[in-house]
């Protein structure tokens, strides 16, 4: 288990919403919030997790170097039907490393693999329903758009699998998840703009991602 890193800014941190998020089939959850889209989990799954599975992705182990590709920081609520901020919950994240290559022996080019890159993180959320890691920018390669998988767990007890995608792509539209969600309103939901990082490192890039389950978890 590595550290879980803190996170870098206020601001950061508890900006405002990201936008509506809908469903699939847009079914509201309220007057503001609809159910984020599920997506299913792909063969990509890490084969085994690293042994470092904190929240920060471009350190392995407090190596001092860092993964390659464009450090992000992306971070989000996890909110029910109401919009309640869901404390506990488990997030965790995994992703292909800046050469397409995912930490999974399936990986089609995982010879050329970021060693540095930790590929899986978690982050269990505290009572106002905040996540945050530390990434990298998420690259396509063959037959995907650029895209960051999530899973959501409370209490052992699977809650969600979605994916984040890049806001504005045009590959977006050519990608077969992506372009499965027919509501133009949920394909927005699925997406973040990863724009500079305001108070933050040159160069480092933040996305906003709010998550709203269709279970309302016991607090």
Same mark, same amino acid.
């Given at each position: 288990?590595g550290?879980?890193?803190?996170?870098p800014?206020?601001?950061?941190?508890?900006?405002?919403?990201?936008?509506?998020?809908?469903?699939?089939?847009?079914?509201?959850?309220?007057?503001?919030?609809?159910?984020?889209p599920?997506h299913?989990?792909?063969?990509?799954?890490?084969?085994?997790?690293?042994?470092?599975?904190?929240?920060?992705?471009?350190?392995?182990?407090?190596?001092?170097?860092?993964?390659?590709?464009?450090?992000?920081?992306?971070?989000?609520?996890?909110?029910?039907?109401k919009?309640?901020?869901?404390?506990?919950?488990?997030?965790?994240?995994?992703?292909?490393? /800046? /050469?397409?290559?995912?930490?999974?022996?399936?990986?089609? /080019?995982?010879?050329?693999?970021?060693?540095?890159?930790?590929?899986?993180?978690?982050?269990?959320? +505290?009572? /106002?329903?905040?996540?945050?890691?530390?990434?990298?920018?998420?690259?396509?390669? &063959?037959?995907?758009?650029?895209?960051?998988?999530?899973?959501?767990?409370?209490?052992?007890?699977?809650?969600?699998?979605?994916?984040?995608?890049?806001?504005?792509?045009?590959?977006?539209?050519?990608?077969g998840i992506?372009?499965?969600?027919?509501d133009?309103? +949920?394909?927005?939901?699925?997406?973040?703009?990863?724009?500079?990082?305001?108070?933050?490192? &040159?160069?480092?890039?933040?996305?906003?991602?709010?998550?709203?389950?269709?279970?309302?978890?016991?607090?």
């Amino acid at each position: 288990m590595g550290r879980t890193v803190l996170i870098p800014t206020r601001r950061l941190f508890l900006g405002s919403l990201g936008g509506s998020i809908v469903a699939a089939s847009g079914v509201r959850a309220s007057d503001n919030l609809v159910i984020t889209p599920k997506h299913t989990e792909g063969p990509f799954y890490p084969t085994k997790l690293p042994v470092d599975t904190d929240n920060d992705l471009i350190r392995v182990n407090d190596s001092k170097a860092a993964a390659l590709g464009t450090v992000s920081h992306v971070s989000g609520r996890v909110l029910d039907l109401k919009g309640t901020p869901i404390r506990n919950a488990v997030v965790e994240i995994w992703q292909c490393d /800046n /050469n397409g290559a995912y930490l999974h022996q399936g990986s089609s /080019n995982g010879d050329k693999r970021d060693t540095g890159f930790q590929g899986f993180g978690r982050f269990t959320t +505290a009572s /106002n329903g905040e996540y945050y890691f530390r990434t990298i920018k998420p690259v396509p390669y &063959p037959g995907r758009t650029p895209h960051i998988h999530f899973k959501i767990t409370r209490s052992g007890k699977e809650l969600l699998t979605t994916q984040l995608f890049i806001r504005g792509l045009p590959q977006n539209d050519r990608d077969g998840i992506f372009r499965a969600v027919r509501d133009e309103r +949920a394909r927005m939901a699925m997406t973040a703009e990863f724009t500079p990082m305001k108070d933050g490192p &040159p160069g480092e890039l933040a996305a906003r991602f709010d998550i709203v389950l269709g279970v309302s978890p016991e607090a």
